[in-house]
């Protein structure tokens, strides 16, 4: 257990929709990053956030948008889905240091029907 | 662009025959190298961090080394529990700390 969680595990749902995936990190990390995991793409940074603040960002569609809260927890939304965007999203933590590790949640897998 | 290129796609193995995975890199400047093992369905799992050439990293049957282009994962005695894909990945100097990762190796380990 990396002590990263994310819910949903699985969302199912129609294309147009918009969904919500949510992510807390480990005690004390103050970075989260998200990524995205297809099956011919590999894991894709999408996104960083570094206490609150957007820090850095990947190959992240404008359909796409993500937030840290004061708490720390994490939210990654995306919206209009395409039959594209069923993926595995990652989310993962580190403590603020250059080479940090970053520790990965289980994962959310969302099918766009 | 940073780019990792992991070899070979798929490994297959009888429980005992040690091989080794190779993660190709091209990087402006590297801060670390990360290997990580991923079971399906799951989250990647954290395995090493290497930050230099030179630098070397054992667990289990595990070791993980580094050169200026190329990190090697040595699997010594495997067992069909490594059955898994390892995942490598790039972090770069300066700027984001998003991680770069390869596309993985499959391994298969047959009892």
């Known amino acids: 257990d990396s002590g990263v969680t994310q819910t949903p595990k699985h969302l199912i749902t129609a294309t147009g929709q918009r969904v919500t995936l949510r992510c807390s990190p480990r005690s004390g990390d103050l970075s989260v990053y998200w990524y995205q995991q297809s099956l011919d793409q590999g894991l894709q940074f999408l996104i960083q956030y570094y206490n609150g603040e957007e820090r850095a960002k990947g190959n992240i569609l404008e359909r796409f948008s993500a937030q840290q809260f004061p708490d720390l927890h994490s939210e990654l939304n995306l919206s209009s889905l395409e039959l594209g965007d069923s993926a595995l999203y990652f989310c993962a933590s580190s403590v603020e240091l250059a080479g940090a590790t970053q520790y990965f949640g289980p994962g959310t897998r969302l099918l766009v029907l | ?111």
């Open chain 2, 1 to 111: 662009e940073d780019q990792v290129t992991q070899s070979p796609e798929a490994l297959r193995l009888q429980e005992g025959e040690s091989s080794s995975l190779n993660c190709s890199y091209t990087v402006s400047g590297l801060r670390g190298l990360f290997w990580y093992r991923q079971d399906p369905g799951k989250g990647p799992e954290f395995l090493f961090t290497l930050y230099s050439a030179g630098e070397e990293k054992e667990k289990e049957r595990l070791k993980a080394t580094l050169t200026k282009k190329e990190s090697f994962l040595h699997i010594t005695a495997p067992k069909p529990e490594d059955s898994a894909t390892y995942l490598c990945a790039v972090q770069a100097r300066g700027g984001s700390e998003k991680l770069v990762f390869g596309k993985g190796t499959k391994l298969t380990v047959n009892p």
